[in-house]
């Protein structure tokens, strides 16, 4: 087990560095110029090139650059990657090239906003996603599992940003109410009716598709489980039939879902970008959105960089979780 | 501020929400955010530098009520705050900075008669070249966390910042204190004078700017100044109290503001206790946001948006001309548009008016060389239309008189993915107009990043471009001038670049500070111009609709960005 968490663990790292090295040259390589755009375009040429040496895009890009001629190799004691990586290995995340602040700083304000909606929407999913999917399975082709399976496919087909737009915009239009948008963040402790007045709507879009997705696969899981022979075997032995489902159904179909709970989480990321800018949530996707539209070097490959850290190790968890819930998977 | 939530079950003191919500909203703030919404800009006059005039009165949405002390108004940012520091800022921090900071004087593009006299009580030309500044004693610093003691400005501290922008690269206002000679404080530090290296007409439009304002100097220099990213110290109407990054900013009135009331017995302003600045980037939340009641203020994008939430009569609405434009821009030293007759067929092409029906819904006007909030610098309607007027005849003419041929294949390219409504919508009529009049156009849409990095580096032979917002004549001078409005013969090389006497005639008319020679210098510019075939096409400007709720009251109008000096408006809960 433990060499098996050592080994994920280093791909991790390798995953990382490419994926990092991956990033910062694509946002190199796309062009726009953020010392420009920081500038306005009426700076002169000097003003441009002091901003570009105050960011540090007047350094090469890597430690190494290979040359064509003689020296072949060339090392740079500053360059921008290798100066963004120390940075990173050493606690240091930089600085943002937009407003000049520590992206260390502006990270720590804004995990705990991120935190919560991601939480608030696990919790959200798992509360939904599997009772329906119990009820779906359980009443296979009835009534109410053509409305779970129904609401589920349109929870997958509609777009995140579509239905938050709707949630924002038709209460307001209906009954005149809108959540707190914009302002100060409310802490869960400070004020919890606030806190949620400005987290469950969001939380609940983001829910609707990480749910439906949860539900399809409880049912399909559940009923595969309730076809095994000891199922029946558990019913012969006079089980009541919530124990069957519960006890012995449920428990044993639940491993894929804690699969996909684990992805899904890694997603949410992606949908939390969208998210947090339309119900205006501080957070680090609404961070990561407005870094990748003013070309914040130092932001994007800092968020990049640390999605990916959270995906490398939820898939770590989750598979470790296997051994945990099944113990007949052992990892050599 | 109260404490947790949990702590009413246990002091049973007023809960927060209750006390959030007894807290006023309101928000005048967000006036100019459509005027300056592009990244700042100078406010300014239209006219050359003049002297001193008897304090003019604040042109305003006139209200008939007594104006009213207290409440906070609410406006929305689409825009974070950068940083507070007056120089290198941008973006939203630019906006707010009237509020927070001082100006010596401040002239309105769109308003010649309106005159903010703040940190100079008056001022004297008494040549071409020198400026000599009364400062006005009790423009006291406000409370703050920056260690800056409440003091009156002086003369120094107008030094001291001006010098600072001069040496700070990155400063917005530089290539404006890059002109000045030399500049000093009287003994007594109650008089600043400055000489500047050449007249320049324009003084007038730039001194006031929200770019260059005047900051203690304690704020701009050491441990204060590197903490300017979350904090500031001014003698400004507001003080900054919190900022929180992606949040907002709270400002609250600044108790040392020197500013009375001369039309309310001399009441002290501002009237508002403060302005909550929210950040809110998506549109659809900060209609939203508006129409629920949590912002005061909200600028409609268009006057569509504005006629539909104005069916209720739930609003007051304050329309003002706005400083922008989209424009069509001509490469002079690629072909063909080296050829007059080529820019002048592109030039008759246009008709204006289809624009101003069918994106402004008839809430725009048609612009000349200077776009027509400029006012009289611009040539009046009729005589501008004789020389660019809408005629697809006469195109075709001027194509097949300087190719021989009927029609003519042109490469322009344009930001694909502006987020900018009016730009997409600007888009396919122009096409539409181009193709009518002979051009082939060769597409060549771009994203906005690399439109901008070929923009800027003359990386194009033609662009239909952007909003462009030019609160004074300058850069639309620059923009027919063979440096371009960089001067750094890069971005936007005009028509100067093939008639040198044209770049001659801009040079002077930037160094008439005479008023009436300046207005007669650059309307005959004008002329000249159309005559060689512009290579800068502004289209046309539109009208800004902003919307307030009810309660805002005494709303400044038709000021442009100098609106942001007022401060006499008012919150009236009843």
Redesign the interface.
Known sequence: MQTFIVRRLLIGVLILFVLSVTVFLLLRI????PA????????????I???RH?LGLDKPYFPVAFEGGAPFLTFNTASQYGDWLKGVVTGDLGTST????PVSE?IR??FPVTLELMLLTLVMTIFVGIPFGVVSAVWKNSPADLLVRFTAIFGLAVPVFWVA?LV??LP?EWW???P??????VHL??????NLKQFLPPAAVLALSSAAGVMRLTRSSLLETLRQDYMRTARAKGLRERTVVFSHGLKNSLIPVVTVLGLQMAGLLGGALIVE????L?GLG??T??ALFQ?DFEVVQTMTLYAGVTVVVLNLAVDVSYAWLDPRIRYS | MAG???DKYTSRRVS??RA?QTAGVAGAAGAALLVVGC?GGDDGGKTPSGEASPGASVEATKETGTPKRGGRS?A?STA????FDPHTA?AASVTYFPRLYNVLVNFSSLDSSFRFDDLATSYEHPDDLTYVFAIRPGVKVGPNTLGVPERDLVASDVVTSYDRIKTL??S?A??FIQKFASQEASADDMTYTLKMTDPYAFFRDRIGGTINTIAPKEALTEPAASQL?QAAAGAGPYILRAY?????ATLDRNPNYYRKDENNNNEQLPYADGI?V?????R???R??F??G??TSYGAQNVNEAKELMSGDRYNQVKDPVNTFISFAMNPTQKPWDDDRIRQAAMHAINRQEYIDRVYDGEAKANGILHWPLGDIALPDDERDSYQGYDPQKSKELIKAATGNDTIEVEVMWPADSAIEEHSLHLPIWLQQMEAAGFKIKARPE????W?????NLNYAASLSLNQVYEYAE?NLDWQHSEG????N??GIGVGKLYPEIDAEIDKVKATTEPEEFKKAILDLQRHIYEKGPTFLPLVSPYSFTLYQKKIKNIPSGLGASGLYVNTWYIDEA
């Open positions: 796309v062009p726009g110029d420009i755009q920081k500038c306005g375009l009426n700076c002169k040429e000097d003003q090139k002091a901003i105050e937009v407003n000049n602040r502006s304000k804004r737009t924002l915009i307001q005149g109410y809108a707190p948008l914009g302002g100060r963040y402790m400070d004020n919890p009716f606030e800018q339309i119900f205006t501080p609404d961070y959105f407005r070309k | 947790s939530f949990w927060r929400r959030l990244g609410a929305g974070d705050f950068d940083t941008i690269p990155q917005n530089i290539a990213k929180t990054e992606g949040q907002g909550d929210k950040i809110i980037t998506d659809a939340a900060l939203t946001a129409q629920d949590q912002l994203a906005f990043s690399t901008l990095d070929d923009y800027t850069f409005p960089a001067r750094n890069i971005y």
